[in-house]
């Protein structure tokens, strides 16, 4: 289980996060909404201490962060409980997809060559890039490296894995493709965190949404709840922007 208590975070004098509650149950897959400005990417990123919380308190199984008093130690220790897949792939130009893939197994979880090889051949056919290992990211698609991206965040097997806008970089056409592997690994029971503005996948794959506005969390429930029987006004003035055919009125 994942529970965010008190999660603040300010950029000088702007209150970027007011106070965040959420917890996430294990295998539990939550979708983050939420206009442009609304918090949703810096509290994925303080979920892996990118930015560094002003406040609050992080538990991830049974690991506990206070984030006020964080060291490096600590911040080392939740990062091995989360990984991040970025809107922008963040590979590593100069290696092979099966080298960006290989790299944490063999830096964070010590295996060696051999080892991590076979594990990262294994992720890559797993996300439908069996055929590109030898790619270098200038090589494949935006969709591909994507996936290449996801496949890095599963090589570490994380209690929790958070996707910051995971299709927001790509081309329409391509959007399928890792909208599909997305989908088949929350068939598998990992726990995700995503932020993304795809509704209807949203609607599809989570099992529980929030959505943000003003960096608070304005309302949340499953996909049932807050697409269909949305409660809040501003909830349904950013559906009603979004998806004119809802049938709820306003």
Do not use: W
């Amino acid at each position: 289980m994942i529970r965010l208590s008190g999660i603040r975070k300010s950029f000088g004098r702007s209150e970027v996060l007011k106070g965040i509650e959420l917890t996430v149950g294990k295998g539990e897959v939550v979708a983050i909404l939420g206009p442009s400005g609304s918090g949703k990417t810096t509290l994925l990123r303080c979920i892996n201490y990118l930015e560094r919380p002003s406040d609050g308190t992080i538990h991830i199984g049974d690991f506990v962060l206070d984030c006020r008093h964080a060291g490096k130690k600590e911040i080392h220790a939740l990062r091995q409980r989360s990984a991040m897949v970025f809107q922008q792939y963040n590979l590593f130009a100069h290696k092979t997809a099966l080298e960006n893939v290989m790299e944490g197994l063999i830096v964070v979880k010590k295996l060696n060559k051999t080892e991590a090889r076979k594990r990262g051949i294994q992720l890559l056919e797993k996300v439908g890039l069996g055929a590109k290992l030898d790619a270098y990211p200038s090589q494949l698609s935006g969709g591909q490296q994507q996936r290449v991206g996801i496949a890095r965040a599963l090589a570490m097997e994380p209690e929790v894995i958070l996707l910051d806008e995971p299709t927001s970089a790509l081309d329409p056409e391509l959007v399928g493709e890792v909208l599909a592997v997305i989908r088949q690994i929350a068939r598998e029971g990992i726990t995700m965190i995503i932020v993304t503005h795809e509704m209807g996948f949203a609607q599809e794959v989570a099992n529980h949404v929030v959505f943000m506005d003003g960096g608070v969390i304005v309302e949340e429930g499953s996909p049932a709840e807050l697409f269909g029987r949305p409660k809040e006004e501003r909830t349904k003035q950013f559906l009603k922007r979004l998806i004119p055919e809802s049938s709820y009125s306003i």
